[in-house]
């Protein structure tokens, strides 16, 4: 036996040919199973209760199988008028921790009458909700609405298009527009914040190049200068 390798002298084992259960089970990783369940038509095919390993093995419970993984229930489950006040047909909590569902080679699909996503922050860092899509993120309702009560942005390094095949509202109580030109020209209806904003840093970035610029010169004439002196020696 390999030095460190965990040894129970109570495990013990119950099965026939279509199943098992073992008590005190070994794993190959050397961590040990309180209860374990297995298949024995399908040595992937198991629920195992371990006791040891790190801190989110310790005291686990894995469910593992070759084919899917079904879970029905709520038949008694209460549902009330507009789902304002409905009983929980499943209930998933972490205590403590995330919640990860992944599905690397297929789609995560999420269907009811209603959907709820709720993010309760406790400081400015957290109370995120994220979506992030390296194709496309589609909306498409019969009615939608955006509300921010500090902000709302729409930012697109190339397009944006906004579009009211019958009726475009823009209300604002103060309104800024300017494009490229404005930075050059100036804007038709008088100075604004976002212009004087363009220019100012226009100016800035042209300040910076010019301190830039004259840093590096001075570098290579320091940086000739010594060649010449060391050259010299």
Not at 26 to 35: C, F, L, Y
Not at 153 to 160: H, P, Q, V, Y
């Amino acid at each position: 036996m390999a030095k460190g390798q965990r040894e129970n002298f109570h495990t013990v084992r119950y099965g026939t040919r279509d199943g098992e259960i073992q008590f005190g089970h070994i794993h190959q990783d050397n961590n040990e199973s309180a209860v374990m369940f297995r298949s024995g038509h399908d040595w992937l095919h198991y629920i195992t209760m371990d006791h040891t390993g790190d801190p989110v093995r310790k005291h686990s419970t894995i469910c593992r199988s070759p084919g899917s993984f079904q879970v029905k229930a709520g038949d008694n489950a209460r549902v009330t008028n507009n789902n304002l006040a409905n009983d929980a047909g499943i209930t998933l909590d972490a205590v403590s921790g995330d919640i990860i569902i992944r599905a690397p080679r297929g789609k995560l699909r999420i269907e009811a009458q209603d959907i709820e996503l709720l993010a309760n922050g406790y400081n400015g860092n957290t109370g995120y909700i994220r979506l992030d899509s390296n194709e496309k993120i589609i909306l498409k309702s019969k009615s939608i609405d955006i509300r921010g009560t500090e902000t709302a942005r729409f930012f697109s390094e190339k397009t944006i298009d906004v579009i009211g095949n019958s009726i475009m509202n823009i209300y604002g109580g103060l309104m800024d527009f300017a494009d490229g030109a404005t930075k050059l020209r100036g804007s038709k209806c008088g100075p604004s914040s976002t212009e004087e904003n363009a220019k100012r840093l226009k100016d800035e970035n042209a300040s910076a190049m010019r301190e830039q610029f004259a840093a590096e010169a001075e570098q290579e004439a320091w940086q000739r200068e010594q060649d010449a002196t060391t050259g010299g020696t």
